[in-house]
């Protein structure tokens, strides 16, 4: 190291470890505290000191409780705190990497759909070899041009950190001629794929909305026009890509037909586990409860308390 790089090293040594202040350091270095200030902060944008903030993840228990209560709900895990919607879910993905850490074990089935919430968990969960397991992309491509989000990637990922194996679905979420679609599901690697779909351990997915920001809207599978026809006939959501009522009821989309496995296949995993933030999913988040297609909710203050007030209101 030249001399200037040693400097920063020896302070930010005595600063750090030795916990003197910033008067006792100009001491010893014959220099002015001003001095050692800037030193410290040259230090901090040199990359010699990191600072990592380590923010534990405070639950709200009362909330928890309220909505396992209310829903019926095998697990509900409440996120504390008042955040936007980045930061929220974030947050609740950070919960959900602890909970699927503890019920994680060998010889499971994953199940896994796509989007920004299965991105941000993907990157969370930790490195381990477990015995004989299977991630199961559960519906077809995404293909928004950020491969991250796709679930063709993300099982790759996932089974790479879980030392197993992984099954794609190498087609894209919708098509719009039926016999195209008959033929898909019957081609044999995708066929098998959507059999092991339906008898996963573990399902972890978002949950989608309507809005026109929504995943499929932008990425060009959903019309406006095809959003605002499914809002009129009372969808409110969408689960592996299939659009759902207020009461979880499935609603057909017209001229569209999905590569995905069905909904039954959330009902038949042992944990469906729900990852969302905001208010505005509330109504996405009740249904897909509703229809018994989501067991485990993992969600933050704000959109606890939506989902409880719409629940109690109808």
């Given amino acids: 190291m030249d001399k200037k790089m040693d400097l920063l090293v020896r302070v930010s040594e ?3 470890e030795q916990d003197l202040n910033q008067s006792a350091i100009a001491d010893i270095l014959g ?32 909330l928890s409780h309220s909505l ?8 509900a895990v409440v996120v504390s705190g008042n955040y936007d919607y980045e930061r929220g879910l974030s947050r609740c993905c950070e919960a959900a990497n602890q909970l699927f850490s503890t019920i994680m074990e060998n010889n499971t089935t994953v199940g896994i759909t796509w989007g920004s919430a299965l991105k941000i968990l993907c990157d969370l ?8 397991v299977n991630v199961v992309q559960m519906v ?22 879980l030392g197993g194996t992984y099954s794609n679905i190498y087609a894209p979420i919708y098509v719009e001629s039926e016999v195209v679609y008959s033929y898909l599901v019957a081609e044999p690697q995708i066929s098998a794929t959507l059999k092991k779909a339906m008898h996963t351990d573990i399902i972890l997915t978002g949950i989608g909305s309507l809005d026109s920001n929504s995943t499929l809207r932008k990425a060009g599978y959903l019309t406006e026009r095809d ?60 249904a897909a ?19 409880l007030e719409l629940a109690q209101a109808e």
């Fill in 140 to 161: 077809g491509c995404l293909a928004t041009g950020n491969p991250k989000l796709d679930g063709l990637e993300l099982a790759l990922r996932i089974s790479k950190k």
């Fill in 227 to 286: 959003r605002l026809e499914l809002i009129e006939k009372g969808a409110v959501g969408q689960l592996l890509a299939h659009p759902i009522d207020r009461y979880g009821n499935e609603i057909p989309l017209n001229g569209r037909f999905a590569i995905s496995a069905p909904l039954e296949a959330m009902r038949a995993a042992h944990w469906s586990i729900g990852i969302s933030a905001a208010e505005f999913k509330a109504e996405a988040v009740l």
């Fill in 289 to 307: 409860v509703r229809g018994g297609y989501i067991n485990t909710l993992v969600v933050d203050e704000k959109l606890a308390k939506k989902v």
């Fill in 14 to 16: 005595l600063y750090y």
């Fill in 68 to 75: 396992r209560v209310n829903l019926g709900l095998r697990e």
């Fill in 31 to 62: 220099t002015s505290r001003p001095t050692v200030s800037r030193l410290l902060d040259e230090a901090k944008e040199s990359g010699v000191v990191e600072v990592i903030v380590h923010s534990p993840i405070r639950k709200n228990a009362a």
């Fill in 125 to 132: 969960i930790e490195t381990k070899d477990y015995y004989n």
